[in-house]
């Protein structure tokens, strides 16, 4: 299990990267913003992408329209504050396979993870 998270935040990185350790996941890769994201994701196979909607340079859904566009089907869960249902919807419409609002306790992502996986084996 191959995980990239994705966010500008140092700390916020950290706090998912230790949450996907909780589950046993430590082969993780880790990027500043969206245009390093669709990158890494053009170069190496991930089973499952963490991305922060609000990033420089480039924000996490266009990074997931270009990740979609360029024909990438990695699950990718949005981590963010946009907390609006518009931008939820926006961000399943564009090919998040799900959604987690920050702040979150680190068991929400836990489970999001685990249900995002298993849907993803089904």
Known sequence: MKVLVVDDSSMM?????????????????????????????????????????????MTGIDALKTMRAQGSTVPVIMVTTEAEKSRVMEALKCGASSYVIKPFQPEQLIQRIQQVLEKKAA
């Open 13 to 57: 990185r950290k706090v998912m990267i230790g949450a996907l350790s909780r589950i046993q996941i430590s082969d993780v890769d880790q990027v500043g913003d969206g245009d390093e994201a669709v990158t890494a994701v053009s170069k190496a196979s991930y089973d499952l992408v963490l991305m922060d909607w609000n990033m420089p340079k």
